[in-house]
């Protein structure tokens, strides 16, 4: 009997710990950026595999990248669990996008939402071609979850006025809703002043909950998207090129190039920047920039090709894979190429100018030169031939095999074609190229 107890205890108590409800908590403040895009994804996914009562995202932002803020509306709006948007204080711009994304709306006193007019870097309004993909973004995002779209709308163009509020009807003005306004027109569910009136609302008091912060890995890619880091990397990168090109073979230069462009294009991937197609042009550039180095001599239409080519993708990598590319990113983009190729050929000008002279460059470089009259030769000498006469040992087209003085060598012919067995003399030597012309 006492067995019989002790069994059902545990089954009980397994029941409860299995019972018990898990909510996965995103803090979205400061600006929205790219980084934050992969932090949120992350959060989502993990709470579905712990199949996880609902995800709090607490807003509390002035907006930030579009882009950013699309693509985590697309993983909010994706996710098979609950998702809470609990506004305190402010969701403007792109945080109102991200908050509507959520299936339940709450908002804390006196907090605001809207106010989502897509505006540049210096703060102007953007073209009508950006006000337009926003108004359908936040129209067809309201739609989803059972808002009103004009509202939605009225937030990106002043020129929608929401005419059955008339407190709301103003074609002067943005749309920006108080907590209170927000209530009125559906778009928040409820008020609460903390966290746990948010729990309590709903039958979530007693969830654990678990507060997901930004891992390592996702600061790294987020570090490296800096303007000024992914500058820093593209002018290593074709730094290292340059060098590769001016220098024989494969070096340590190129190899510090090739790994700074795979983590601009690898940053770039992960923030959704970077297309597939984009990094196979840049690694079918940089295979016909292999070939010309190793197996072409000299430098010709397949490096140039290849360059062409690896450049191009790094362009369109800065430029990023948003629907809409306006002009001022283009010639932003335009600009940190432009100021990473100039000053990696600066830099590599420096480094040809001044380095040889230092004791870095004589412990790199071998000082001393190896001559002919020391002894050092790459080919041998064979001027001795000149003047010598022989006989085709195969159909010369122009380049054939000789007999000359009972030893075989290669040679070619002065441009004409000489039959096998016909007599020949030796022209001329130019290192290990010997010429012939036919006797008589």
Same mark, same amino acid.
């Given at each position: 009997?006492?067995?019989?107890?002790?069994?059902?205890?545990?089954?009980?108590?397994?029941?409860?710990?299995?019972?018990?409800?898990?909510?996965?908590?995103?803090?979205?403040?400061?600006?929205?950026?790219?980084?934050? !895009?992969?932090?949120?994804?992350?959060?989502?996914?993990?709470?579905?595999?712990?199949?996880?009562?609902?995800?709090?995202?607490?807003?509390?932002?002035?907006?930030?990248?579009?882009?950013? !803020?699309?693509?985590?509306?697309?993983?909010?709006?994706?996710?098979?669990?609950?998702?809470?948007?609990?506004?305190?204080?402010?969701?403007?711009?792109?945080?109102?996008?991200?908050?509507?994304?959520?299936?339940?709306?709450?908002?804390?006193?006196?907090?605001?939402?809207?106010?989502?007019?897509?505006?540049?870097?210096?703060?102007?309004?953007?073209?009508?071609?950006?006000?337009?993909?926003?108004?359908?973004?936040?129209?067809?995002? !309201?739609?989803?979850?059972?808002?009103?779209?004009?509202?939605?709308?009225?937030?990106?163009?002043?020129?929608?006025?929401?005419?059955?509020?008339?407190?709301?009807?103003?074609?002067? /003005?943005?749309?920006?809703?108080?907590?209170?306004?927000?209530?009125?027109?559906?778009?928040?569910?409820?008020?609460?002043?903390?966290?746990?009136?948010?729990?309590?609302?709903?039958?979530?008091?007693?969830?654990?909950?678990?507060?997901?912060?930004?891992?390592?890995?996702?600061?790294?890619?987020?570090?490296?998207?800096?303007?000024?880091?992914?500058?820093?990397?593209?002018?290593?990168?074709?730094?290292?090129?340059?060098?590769?090109?001016?220098?024989?073979?494969?070096?340590?230069?190129?190899?510090?190039?090739?790994?700074?462009?795979?983590?601009?294009?690898?940053?770039?991937?992960?923030?959704?920047?970077?297309?597939?197609?984009?990094?196979?042009?840049?690694?079918?550039?940089?295979?016909?920039?292999?070939?010309?180095?190793?197996?072409?001599?000299?430098?010709?239409?397949?490096?140039?090709?290849?360059?062409?080519?690896?450049?191009?993708?790094?362009?369109?990598?800065?430029?990023?894979?948003?629907?809409?590319?306006?002009?001022?990113?283009?010639?932003?983009?335009?600009?940190?190429?432009?100021?990473?190729?100039?000053?990696?050929?600066?830099?590599?000008?420096?480094?040809?100018?001044?380095?040889?002279?230092?004791?870095?460059?004589?412990?790199?470089?071998?000082?001393?030169?190896?001559?002919?009259?020391?002894?050092?030769?790459?080919?041998?000498?064979?001027?001795?031939?000149?003047?010598?006469?022989? /006989?085709?040992?195969?159909?010369?087209?122009?380049?054939?095999?000789?007999?000359?003085?009972?030893?075989?060598?290669?040679?070619?012919?002065?441009?004409?074609?000489?039959?096998?067995?016909?007599?020949?003399?030796?022209?001329?030597?130019?290192?290990?190229?010997?010429?012939?012309?036919?006797?008589?």
């Amino acid at each position: 009997m006492f067995s019989i107890l002790v069994l059902l205890t545990i089954f009980i108590a397994s029941s409860n710990a299995e019972e018990k409800k898990k909510v996965y908590l995103i803090d979205i403040s400061g600006d929205i950026d790219l980084g934050l !895009a992969p932090y949120v994804q992350r959060v989502i996914n993990e709470a579905e595999e712990s199949k996880a009562s609902a995800v709090i995202l607490k807003v509390n932002t002035f907006g930030g990248r579009v882009d950013a !803020a699309t693509q985590i509306r697309d993983a909010i709006i994706n996710s098979k669990v609950l998702t809470i948007a609990f506004i305190d204080k402010r969701a403007i711009s792109a945080g109102a996008l991200i908050s509507i994304a959520a299936k339940k709306i709450v908002m804390s006193p006196g907090s605001t939402i809207g106010a989502t007019t897509v505006v540049d870097q210096s703060g102007t309004k953007a073209t009508e071609k950006y006000q337009s993909y926003m108004r359908s973004e936040m129209r067809s995002t !309201a739609e989803r979850n059972g808002r009103r779209p004009d509202i939605a709308e009225a937030m990106v163009d002043e020129r929608i006025v929401i005419k059955d509020f008339p407190e709301l009807d103003d074609s002067t /003005k943005l749309l920006t809703l108080t907590t209170e306004e927000a209530l009125k027109v559906g778009y928040c569910d409820f008020v609460a002043s903390n966290l746990q009136e948010v729990l309590s609302h709903f039958n979530l008091k007693d969830a654990e909950v678990v507060s997901s912060e930004i891992n390592w890995a996702e600061k790294v890619v987020s570090f490296l998207h800096n303007p000024i880091i992914s500058g820093i990397l593209i002018m290593l990168g074709i730094l290292g090129l340059l060098t590769e090109i001016k220098t024989p073979g494969w070096g340590l230069a190129g190899t510090i190039g090739l790994i700074s462009l795979a983590l601009f294009f690898g940053a770039g991937y992960i923030l959704q920047l970077a297309n597939v197609w984009e990094i196979l042009v840049f690694i079918v550039g940089f295979v016909l920039l292999i070939i010309e180095i190793f197996f072409i001599p000299g430098f010709g239409f397949l490096g140039i090709l290849g360059i062409i080519m690896m450049i191009g993708a790094i362009f369109f990598g800065l430029i990023g894979d948003f629907p809409i590319i306006s002009e001022n990113e283009i010639s932003n983009a335009l600009i940190q190429l432009a100021a990473s190729l100039v000053a990696s050929i600066v830099f590599l000008f420096i480094l040809w100018r001044f380095l040889p002279g230092t004791p870095i460059w004589g412990r790199l470089i071998l000082a001393t030169s190896e001559n002919q009259k020391e002894g050092f030769v790459s080919n041998p000498d064979l001027s001795f031939l000149v003047g010598k006469r022989g /006989k085709a040992l195969s159909l010369l087209r122009p380049a054939g095999i000789a007999i000359i003085e009972g030893k075989r060598y290669d040679v070619v012919s002065e441009g004409e074609f000489i039959q096998k067995d016909e007599e020949v003399e030796v022209t001329e030597v130019i290192g290990s190229k010997i010429i012939v012309k036919r006797l008589g």
